[in-house]
């Protein structure tokens, strides 16, 4: 039960040192402009602010040099996907004759702005701060005019050998049209002068570079010295574009990568097999809309308007940059650096210390639930359960929901040995997982080929919900078993992502399991549950009906408590109720890491809610909603966030912690360590700015010790776990 009295801060906030002096820096605030017409925040602005914050991480000199760098292509990343996913209609909107009435012009303004903004912060960070940073070390990507002249020959060499052969550039004229450029593929554009073989003086031509290039090359040691040096290949490309156009001289050029709208859509009520057609759909998805364009800063107008013209874009969506057009792709360099000691140190997590190695887990789940706290407990505690499932002979039947896995996944090796092993094992496999279409659709076909049962979920939806249930045989029973949690199943991201799983062999949760999968392949009716609440039927009311409750309470003098940890706070009818909680005198508390429309303490409208997100080593990815009057509370964990989809188009999962024991234990470890948190956690304004509350880590021997972020004092406390 958490019993500190609030603070204006966030609660419960313990006393704690102040960093070192050497540590301390000023204020930041992060930009996220207010529509004026509406008292939510814009969810768009509110993406970049929170793409803003994880920048701040690559800034920080007590965070070692390569994970710096690996901070910057993140945010690289997420800007892909905002793009991809996000900017089709604002980019619509800003072409001539564009009908404005679909959204507020001055918010299109702004996310154009604030966007641009964030690219001009990435690049002057790449250039200015990391680079240099770099070469202090002895690792610098060198350019062609910085070449000696053997080096010079060896990427001579390395072109004519291995680049080359791969390219074939297109002149443009009547007869050659602008070819397919795919989505984020690297690509030249050059002006020539002179005439071709035939006399003619077609001037423009398009070189695309194939994505099976590497984007980094390392120098032969005997061309290094005692330094780690490499070639770029857009470099080794640029400085040779010469040998590409023999009898013709280059003038401008230019790299552009341009980025597509790759939301795929189907139409799900007018397709016979939605895996034919969204495979279909996989081939046209890197040839989709245009929505952004990206050149060289020195690319001259007359080649980017060509480029604008020919993608149809907007000015706006142009992209002027000082440096690689794709700087995702440096996570290359991280590997071929290859220097443990400007990584994180090796955090190894711990075998989840609610199980005893040597005792079947069944039996475990028999005396009481069991929670794994990822990543500080390891993933192999899943990877056990659902390995003895498929070796127990008594083992009946397995169900499972699979929305992310990943294409190389022990899980579901280990599902098709249970097909193989004789047991009836049903997938519910999510193809529309966005950008792992692919991956589980092929792991689908091979689940369906050796005989498991798989079906797609409903027509319409998402499967999001994350369940593993076991039927197992014991005596004349038969009893099931469970894993339910916040996060997908997928080793890799468990070991980056904070989630919880929850292993049980509770009746009611088991045969709720039960009715959702029955749900899922026969659609008969709404089912009714016992414990788990479920989108899109139950789980929006539901919530809005227990913040109602506690706000009720409060109205009547009882004290109340909300504390919310999420990834998105967008719904509309969700934060209606928490408003309506906070007017009522509730305390509420929200631990956003990324989207928040939801102002926090704006005067006669939130006082009552704080906002805060923390952004540290680990991607915060766990679901807690705790809810308070007086002394009776409840915990709830879930998969979804408080989104319009994840409560209407997705299916989705809500569970109640009723073990005390553990109920206390995520209290602590989840939301009391987090808002205590003033190393990685910002603070949102009222007018939706966030604060920075401090950013010293306490990590260098020697120094005086620095407060630690919540994620730091859960890797210390699992760290010393027996």
Known sequence: MIDTAPTPDATPVPAVLPAPAKARVKT??????????????????????????????????????????RYLTIVSSNLDEFFEVRAALYTSLAKP?????????????????????????????????????????????????????????????LFEREVRPLLLPVGLDPSHPFPQVANKSLNFIVR???????????????????????????????????????VSISSVIRSHLEDLFPGRTVGDFS????????????????????????????????????????????????????LLRQFELPTSALYRVHGPVN??????????????????????????????????????????DVLIHQPYESFDGVLAFLREAVMDPDVLAIKQTIYRTGSDSVLMELLRQAVQRGKEVTVVVELKARFDEEANINWAEKLEYIGAQVVYGI???????????????EGRDIRRYAHLSTGNYNPKTARLYTDLSYLTANPSLTADMETVFGLLANQSRIPKLNKLILAPFHLQRSLIERVDKVAKAAAS??????????????????????????????????????ACMLPAQRAGFSDNIRVRSIIGRFLEHSRVFYFQSGTNESLYLSSAD?????????????????????????????????????????????????????????????????????QDKLMAIYSSKP
């Open 28 to 69: 930041k605030t992060i930009p996220t402009p207010v529509p004026v017409d509406t008292s939510w925040l814009d969810r768009d602005l509110s993406l970049l602010a929170f793409n803003a914050r994880v920048l701040q991480w690559a800034k920080k000199t007590d965070v070692p040099l390569l994970e710096r760098l």
């Open 97 to 157: 004759k564009a009908d404005l009435s679909a959204i507020d012009a001055k918010a299109q303004e702004s996310l154009s702005g604030v966007a641009h903004m964030l690219v001009e912060q990435q690049y002057a960070l790449y250039n200015d701060v990391l680079i240099p940073a770099f070469a202090k070390e002895g690792v610098r990507i060198v350019s062609h005019s910085e070449r000696t002249l053997a080096q010079r020959r060896w990427v001579k060499s």
């Open 192 to 230: 020539l002068s002179g005439r071709d073989a035939f006399g003619r003086e077609n001037e423009i031509a398009i070189v695309k570079v194939p994505r099976s290039l590497p984007r980094f090359i390392r120098m032969p040691e005997k061309l290094s010295g005692k330094r780690t040096l490499f």
């Open 255 to 306: 790299q552009f990568r341009v980025t597509r709208h790759s939301d795929l859509s189907v139409d799900e009520e007018d397709v016979k097999n939605l895996r034919t057609a969204l495979r279909q759909g996989l081939v046209h998805r890197n040839y989709g809309q245009a929505v952004r364009l990206e050149v060289s800063a020195g690319c001259p107008e007359v080649l980017s308007d060509l």
């Open 327 to 368: 700087l995702v792709r440096l996570n290359q360099l991280i590997d071929l650096v290859d220097q443990p000691k400007w990584l994180w140190p090796r955090y190894e997590a711990s075998f989840p210390h609610q199980l005893a190695p040597n005792t079947p887990i069944f039996e475990q789940l028999q005396k009481g």
């Open 459 to 473: 027509v319409g939806l998402k499967t999001h919900a994350k369940m593993l249930l076991v039927s197992r045989r």
């Open 557 to 594: 003098g009882v004290a109340g408590r909300i504390i919310l940890k999420m990834n998105s706070l967008t719904d509309e009818k969700l934060m209606e109720a928490l408003v309506r909680a906070g007017q009522a005198g509730v305390e509420v508390d929200l631990i956003v890491r990324g």
């Open 642 to 710: 408080w989104m319009n989809r994840n409560m209407l188009r997705r299916v989705e999962l809500a569970w109640p912690v009723e073990d005390a024991a553990l109920r206390q234990r995520i209290i602590h470890e989840c939301l009391t360590l987090y808002l205590a948190d003033a190393v990685d956690a910002w603070t949102m304004g009222a007018d939706g700015h966030y604060t920075q509350l401090q950013t010293g880590r306490g990590r260098v021997a020697g120094k005086p010790k620095a407060a630690l972020g919540a």
